[in-house]
């Protein structure tokens, strides 16, 4: 699978971009929050999130960067980075007694030389998010890390899915720190 080949069908229509630095060096932290080591815990750390379930692990093949693939329906292939499949479901508050129950399912693809990991999903709603994580060894000892989401949902949930995407993800990136 060539590294530029998004689906002709993924045109995202919401985003957001949130680094933290974490006080642990990268030889700790890509383990847990870049390769299904720590895959569960890391969605776990979501309050909206529940019933995490790991599902195959094989590998993909790359024509280029991991940073620039889309590789969640891509082929098996014998070698090339290892991706995890999983599913798990979000609960979000609407109105005072009215929740959203969304199911996602998705992989976590990551490239160890790189530090970088690719977390694509497709929710049973119809929406699709791409998730690139990329860590980055800083001088003092810590890391930071960064993250940037593209997604791609109806125009009516559009708003909404930005704002919560936004509000949503720097909350989970602020909670990384607890699992070092």
Request: aromatic share 10%; charged share 25%; with cysteine.
């Amino acid at each position: 699978m060539k590294a530029d080949s998004y689906p002709s069908d993924f045109k995202p229509n919401f985003s957001c971009e949130y680094s933290v630095t974490i006080s642990h060096p990268l030889s700790t932290t890509f383990p847990v929050l870049g390769t299904d080591q720590g895959l569960e815990r890391v969605i776990s750390l979501s309050s909206l999130a529940s019933d995490f379930v790991a599902l195959d692990k094989d590998n993909v093949a790359v024509d280029g960067k991991l940073f620039d693939a889309s590789v969640r329906t891509a082929p098996s292939s014998d070698s090339g980075f290892p991706r995890q499949a999983f599913r798990f479901k979000e609960s979000f508050k609407i109105l005072p007694g009215l929740n959203l129950h969304v199911g996602l399912q998705g992989t976590f693809t990551w490239d160890d030389e790189q530090n970088v990991a690719l977390y694509e999903t497709l929710t049973d709603k119809g929406i699709t998010i791409r998730k690139l994580r990329w860590l980055e060894a800083l001088d003092d000892g810590a890391t930071r890390v960064n993250e940037r989401i593209e997604g791609q949902c109806s125009w009516l949930l559009q708003g909404i899915t930005q704002k919560m995407a936004r509000d949503g993800h720097k909350a989970h990136m602020d909670s990384y720190h607890t699992l070092f």
